[in-house]
């Protein structure tokens, strides 16, 4: 795994919004990401007929930016995020009894906050680098994400998106 600083680079940039608005009945996962004026700047598409989970986030000119995919034969849920073809980050779900708890491996990033009031950030050291909360009454799941630095974009958003598969993936398995 590459040993990348996505957010120890120059000086900081500025900080932004994004909203992640997920469909209730679907087969695929397909969502898109808005920008803080509602505008879609992303969207995400997961593979129908494949072993594991795997999401591709793409910009709306259909690039992509991202790849998330689920390690499959493993004790504990474990996703590799990938940007531009490098393995940047390991997100794994730590066994724990009274509350979840993530790791992200290959950034030096930490995720602190609760996870099932879906209230979460997380840090690089005492730096912000994403918070994350969930929109309660809507329809579908929504998600705020105020990026600290839009430099963390792609990176954080991929992370974020692999701890939501895992946190459905729990959901799913308890209903």
């Not at 918070?131 to 929504?142: A, S, V």
């Amino acid at each position: 795994m590459a040993a990348l600083s996505f957010s120890a680079q120059a000086k900081e940039g500025k900080t932004m919004k994004l909203y992640i608005q997920q469909k209730v009945f679907s087969w695929v996962d397909r969502f898109t990401v808005m920008d803080e004026a509602g505008r879609d700047k992303y969207y995400v598409e997961g593979e129908l007929f494949s072993f594991g989970k795997k999401l591709h986030l793409y910009d709306m000119a259909g690039a992509e930016r991202a790849f998330i995919q689920q390690k499959v034969f493993s004790f504990l849920p474990r996703y590799f995020v990938f940007v531009e073809g490098m393995e940047i980050a390991e997100i794994v779900k730590e066994l724990t009894f009274l509350r979840p708890r993530y790791s992200i491996e290959g950034l030096g990033w930490e995720i602190n906050g609760s996870f099932w009031a879906h209230d979460y950030e997380i840090v690089q050291g005492s730096r912000p680098i994403v918070t994350i909360h969930k929109e309660w009454m809507t329809w579908g799941d929504c998600y705020e994400m105020d990026i600290a630095d839009e430099r963390d974009e792609i990176v954080a958003l991929s992370v974020v998106l692999a701890i939501d598969c895992v946190m459905a993936a729990e959901a799913a398995a308890n209903s």
